[in-house]
């Protein structure tokens, strides 16, 4: 039990520590290291999806043959659908952007960016989640270690992530103290969601393939909708790409290494 609570917590200390730089750095981040720490996450969110999530819903089904493959495209698609359905519906403020997007609201510019965070945060948390519970139910493709290496691969993109919200939120004209607290809260969402799919694991055990698959195709909405267009904008794109490698790579070593 202790274990599975210090894994889903690991993400959110991550942001927590990302979100502290804003006491150490200036103001604003420069462009070219924010665009490198969105490429760097990137390559984490998009590796983890393939190594700790796909491939996992795949071989759970290993057994079917050719349709083995069906959990993962059906959950792959149903994630980033319900990804798309939220973005919708949620009013919510990207970084460096002028217009909010979603349905119209009288929400603060802070409570927006807020939002989209958390939307970030969301499948993030419930990758974890889900990998840890697989572990924990004895599925084959799935050790307690490689949910470690899931844990840990989110906690170290959530460093940059916690900085590149907490300091444009302080150069929005909110103090150091609540930019570090909005940003640090906005990961709170990640064990929760993580912590609701482990207690309803033994429930969940027979759609596991789909909820892996589900995971990872949220987390790959995020990146592709959001993160690698932020990123790839303006000067400085190849940072993003150097970046994105980078994440990638250290995502799928500790994926293998720890797995």
Not at 137 to 146: D, K, Y
Not at 218 to 235: F, Q, R, T
């Amino acid at each position: 039990m202790m274990s599975t609570a210090i894994g889903l917590l690991i993400p959110l200390l991550g942001t927590m520590l990302g979100a502290s730089f804003v006491f150490f750095m200036k103001k604003e981040m420069k462009p070219a290291l924010q665009k490198s720490l969105l490429g760097f996450a990137s390559g984490v969110m998009i590796a983890a999806s393939v190594w700790s999530l796909l491939i996992p819903s795949i071989e759970m089904n290993a057994g079917n043959g050719s349709w083995s493959v069906v959990p993962a495209a059906v959950g792959f698609l149903a994630g980033i659908g319900f990804l798309l359905l939220l973005d919708e519906l949620t009013p919510h403020l990207h970084l460096g952007a002028d217009a909010p997007e979603g349905p119209r609201s009288h929400l603060s510019r802070t409570a927006m960016l807020a939002l989209a965070v958390t939307l970030h945060n969301l499948p993030e948390g419930m990758a974890v989640g889900v990998v840890i519970a697989a572990a924990s139910q004895g599925a084959e493709s799935i050790t307690l270690a490689s949910a470690v290496a899931v844990s840990v691969g989110i906690a170290i993109q959530n460093i940059p992530e916690g900085a590149i919200i907490s300091m444009p939120m302080c150069a929005e004209g909110n103090s150091k103290w609540r930019s570090f607290s909005i940003a640090s809260l906005s990961g709170i969402v990640e064990p929760l969601g993580g912590l609701a799919v482990v207690l309803l694991a033994s429930w969940l055990m027979p759609i596991l393939p789909y909820l892996l698959s589900f995971a990872a195709g949220a987390m790959c909405y995020v990146v592709v909708e959001e993160l690698i267009p932020e990123a790839s904008s303006g000067d400085h794109s190849n940072l993003s790409t150097i970046g994105f490698a980078i994440g990638f790579v250290l995502m799928m070593v500790l994926d293998v290494v720890l797995g």
